[in-house]
């Protein structure tokens, strides 16, 4: 996906519960507010690979917000050749079981991580950003966004 292209996704192809609220994470050491800012705006879904989808783009968000502005996102995983390090530079699905990361090994080759969402084992890592790069690149405000789009778009029943 190119830097300028945004990402359009149709509204019908998302379901949800209706209005049933998403459930609060728990978190150690995490206020009740801290808690209900990762569930603002966002109400359960149907689809499990969606749902997945909503709930670790909210946590990439809250995981980007302690990083520097020299450091970005990446996910270790295993299994993954050599370091097993992957930046993340976006994250998808395909529902109802699978959940897409496409991002750069550390030799900055393109790498495509197709995961059943039942098998999610991420651990989100900060990574410093390649020096050829003015910014650091946030991810998890674009996945939110995307998340909030669909939520306008979500057929009640």
Same mark, same amino acid.
């Given at each position: 996906?190119?830097?300028?292209?945004?990402?359009?996704?149709?509204?019908?192809?998302?379901?949800?519960?209706?209005?049933?609220?998403?459930?609060?994470? !728990?978190?150690?050491?995490?206020?009740?507010?801290?808690?209900?800012?990762?569930?603002?705006?966002?109400?359960?879904?149907?689809?499990?690979?969606?749902?997945?989808?909503?709930? =670790?783009?909210?946590?990439?968000?809250?995981?980007?917000?302690?990083? @520097?502005?020299?450091?970005? !996102?990446?996910?270790?995983?295993?299994?993954?050749?050599?370091?097993?390090?992957?930046?993340?530079?976006?994250?998808?699905?395909? /529902?109802?079981?699978?959940?897409?990361?496409? /991002?750069? @090994?550390?030799?900055?080759?393109?790498?495509?991580?197709?995961?059943?969402? /039942?098998?999610?084992?991420?651990?989100?890592?900060?990574?410093?950003?390649?020096?050829?790069?003015?910014?650091?690149?946030?991810?998890?405000?674009? =996945?939110?966004?995307?998340?909030?789009?669909? @939520?306008? /778009?979500?057929?009640?029943?």
């Amino acid at each position: 996906m190119s830097k300028d292209a945004a990402v359009k996704a149709d509204p019908a192809m998302f379901s949800d519960c209706g209005d049933t609220p998403c459930p609060e994470p !728990v978190l150690p050491n995490a206020s009740p507010e801290q808690s209900a800012a990762l569930t603002d705006g966002v109400r359960m879904r149907e689809n499990p690979a969606e749902w997945a989808f909503v709930r =670790l783009s909210k946590l990439i968000e809250d995981f980007e917000k302690g990083l @520097n502005q020299d450091e970005e !996102v990446a996910a270790r995983v295993v299994g993954l050749p050599g370091d097993g390090l992957m930046q993340i530079e976006d994250i998808g699905f395909w /529902g109802p079981d699978m959940i897409l990361f496409l /991002g750069k @090994n550390a030799d900055g080759k393109p790498m495509r991580l197709i995961q059943h969402y /039942g098998q999610i084992n991420v651990v989100l890592e900060a990574r410093r950003k390649p020096d050829d790069q003015p910014e650091a690149r946030r991810i998890g405000f674009q =996945l939110s966004e995307l998340v909030r789009k669909t @939520n306008s /778009g979500i057929r009640k029943r």
